[in-house]
């Protein structure tokens, strides 16, 4: 099995494309003081964000600033202080990978002070949380979330590709998967050069064993960005599955020159096993 980036498109059994990974569902907003456990702070309603993936716990001093944060938060009826709470809290969340958490803050903040960047901010934590998803009905209650606020953020400014690739990979991991290439698509069409969607465009293609047509976009994403880890890894993978295995053995070994993480050192070590 080869590295995976953070969204992971699987086949189901039907052949759709689905998506794997944790975290909230449409809870009401979080109530102060309830967090779940010790070590842990969850909203009520919440999931675990990136349990499996990169769970962090939270210390006592950061469960206490937070469920001070909260608690005032909750009683603060001026909206300029309530958006100041809510922004503390969207960073503290975020900063112990509780993004669901950190979203739904972020969506109290934008709420009281609308715009692009705010939106964003709160559509990037769903989406963090949404990539991490480890069910298919967690997975879509995220991603429709980030979906939406990332709708708000086109509507401010719709010349934003990385807002509307990220939607594209929502609807990927949905029924609708072929709504999110034809975004992915339009977003070549404006940004030949876009780095994101030649990497999803390339993920997809190795997905659906389309290895001339990956093999296609991850060298041009490499002969736009060299250093790209995971560009330069899935060349090599989509080289090997075309039977290229000396390109394929120099694509990996461009890889592993270029990241020390020992996880990923190990993947490329297996892939290179496989090419003797």
């Known amino acids: 099995m080869f590295f995976l980036p953070r969204v992971i498109i699987n086949k189901d059994k039907q ?3 689905s998506k794997a990974g944790a975290a909230r569902d449409k809870g009401a907003a979080p109530a102060a003081g309830e967090e779940s456990h010790e070590g842990h702070a969850h909203a009520p309603g919440e999931g675990h964000d990136a349990e499996e993936v990169a769970h962090v716990e939270a210390t006592p001093q950061q469960l206490g600033e937070i469920q001070l944060l909260r608690r005032q938060f909750t009683s603060e009826q001026n909206n300029g202080n309530r958006l100041k709470l809510a922004s503390q809290l969207g960073e503290k969340y975020a900063a112990i990978s509780k993004y669901d958490s950190a979203g739904y803050f972020y969506e109290q903040a934008a709420e009281i002070r609308p715009g692009e960047t705010a939106y964003q901010k709160a559509a990037d934590q769903y989406f963090e949380a949404f ?6 009905d967690r997975s879509k209650v995220l991603g429709e979330k980030a979906r939406g606020l990332y709708e708000k953020v086109l ?22 998967p072929m709504q999110g290439i034809t975004l992915l698509r339009e977003v070549i069409a404006t940004d030949p050069n876009n780095e994101k969607a030649l990497f999803n465009l390339g993920i997809l293609s190795i997905q659906s064993t389309q290895y001339d047509k990956a093999v296609e976009r991850f060298e041009k994403l490499v002969s736009i960005n060299p250093k790209h880890v995971q560009g330069n890894f ?9 039977g290229k295995k000396q390109e394929a053995a120099a694509a990996f070994k461009k890889a592993k020159s270029l990241s020390d993480d020992p996880g990923f050192q190990a993947s490329v070590d297996n892939e290179l096993s496989k090419l003797q």
Do not use: C, R
């Open 234 to 242: 899935y060349l090599g993978v989509a080289l090997a599955e075309s």
């Open 155 to 176: 509507k401010n400014n719709p010349a934003n590709l990385d807002a509307k690739t990220n939607i594209a990979m929502t609807y990927i991991a949905s029924e609708s």
């Open 15 to 17: 052949g759709a494309l």
């Open 131 to 136: 990539s991490f998803a480890a069910t298919e």
